[in-house]
């Protein structure tokens, strides 16, 4: 049976669009110069939806893993044959960048893994992921944002602590450290003629909105949206949107005096028909994942040696496929770690395997480790965070979750 979706709840989407606007809240010196004189990116990506971890890192070698999957499983051989990675584990072919990657040492996998929310709602899940609590609809503000308000000042100090990328802001980000929004066009782009009237008008009538408006296309000309590309470009649910954004927001965090934590959300994971394997719509999706991280490593230049990113979702997918070629909503899933500053070429397990007695609920995949032991141990170890501040302000309740350590190099 087909597991169908649930229609936002109009006063939650509200909540969820209240911080969309794009606002250059007011300069807040806090962001700290990390340990050892590393100089930090942290960035998050949240893909919405629930990704099917099997198809995207695939067990290859797991004896029940390609009947359970049918066909949705990866090989190792045939006309799209996964990518190999440690031999039991195999990568999805439409991210050959992450691949390199990982046979880099510059990319890690984390395998059969949840947050805490064990039901199946999209906007409960996320609200779990983002907000880092033990539950949803228990605050208003995100875990990453929280580490950000936390971190003492340093002696090189951005002006700007975080940036938030697209037209709503992902409540990961959200709460009290100031941040910056900014979003790739996907209409045609305001020529400057246009900029300067609507500026003119705003110094007449409303010299805030003029401070903002300014601040808003000095950041775009540094993200690129004045510059080359006028042409249209996808949402960020499209392959060509994802990677659109990445490069807009590396140049920002490559910036001197530019932000050094990220969060950016894409959409459209939610694969219960039609999802494919090696080819079609999931991998399609995971080529743009593929490519935004690609425009992370290419855009960022000297400053990847110092990034960490983390894609994370909010739940897995069934292990049996359903009947119409897709998956359900599941438990178990993976994150993607990244960046110059991961420790990588390792896929972190605890596989629980995929026999029927093994599986959470008859249908899932066994979470065995907690998503926020992979946000601890980085928030500890790249950004220095003390593991208290962790457990009681940042992630709170987590107290028993303890961070994944050595992460980064």
Request: hydrophobic residues 45%; glycine residues 12%; contains cysteine.
């Amino acid at each position: 049976m087909v597991q169908l979706c649930e229609t936002p709840n109009a006063a939650r989407r509200a909540l969820l669009q209240a911080g969309g606007a794009m606002f250059a809240w007011a300069y807040m010196p806090r962001f700290a110069l990390a340990a050892e004189g590393r100089d930090p990116r942290l960035v998050v990506i949240i893909l919405r939806g629930a990704l099917d971890g099997l198809s995207a890192v695939a067990p290859v070698a797991d004896p029940d893993y390609a009947a359970l999957h049918g066909q949705l499983a990866l090989s190792l051989s045939g006309d799209h044959p996964a990518l190999p990675l440690d031999g039991f584990f195999a990568l999805n072919p439409a991210m050959p960048i992450f691949a390199a990657l990982f046979a880099q040492r510059q990319a890690a996998i984390v395998h059969a893994v949840a947050t805490p929310y064990r039901d199946r709602s999209h906007f409960d899940g996320q609200d779990v992921l983002e907000s880092g609590q033990a539950g949803p609809g228990l605050v208003d503000s995100g875990w990453l944002n929280r580490a950000m308000a936390v971190l003492p000042k340093g002696d090189r100090i951005s002006k700007i602590d975080g940036l938030a990328v697209g037209a709503t802001t992902p409540l990961v980000i959200r709460g009290p450290a100031p941040i910056v929004g900014w979003a790739p066009q996907i209409i045609p782009v305001a020529n400057e003629d246009l900029a300067s009237r609507v500026l003119a008008l705003y110094q007449a009538r409303d010299p805030r909105l003029a401070d903002s408006l300014v601040h808003g296309l000095s950041l775009d000309r540094i993200a690129g949206n004045a510059m080359t590309d006028k042409t249209m470009r996808g949402g960020m649910d499209t392959p060509q949107g994802m990677r659109q954004a990445a490069i807009g927001a590396a140049r920002l965090l490559a910036a001197e005096d530019g932000p050094r934590v990220a969060a950016l959300a894409f959409d459209g994971w939610d694969t219960h028909v039609n999802e494919g394997g090696a080819t079609g719509r999931l991998a399609q999706l995971l080529g743009g994942l593929d490519g935004a991280i690609g425009a992370f490593r290419d855009g960022l230049g000297e400053s990847w040696r110092d990034t960490a990113i983390v894609v994370a979702t909010e739940f897995g997918r069934t292990v049996h496929i359903n009947g119409t070629t897709g998956t359900d909503h599941g438990t178990g899933t993976v994150a993607f770690l990244a960046g110059g500053a991961i420790k990588g070429g390792r896929v972190l397990a605890d596989w629980p395997g995929l026999a029927a007695a093994r599986l959470y609920q008859s249908r899932d995949v066994m979470p065995t480790t907690d998503l926020r032991s992979v946000f601890k141990g980085l928030l500890q170890d790249h950004l220095g965070l003390p593991q208290t501040i962790l457990d009681t302000t940042v992630l709170p309740g987590s107290i028993g979750v303890r961070p994944i350590q050595g992460l980064v190099v």
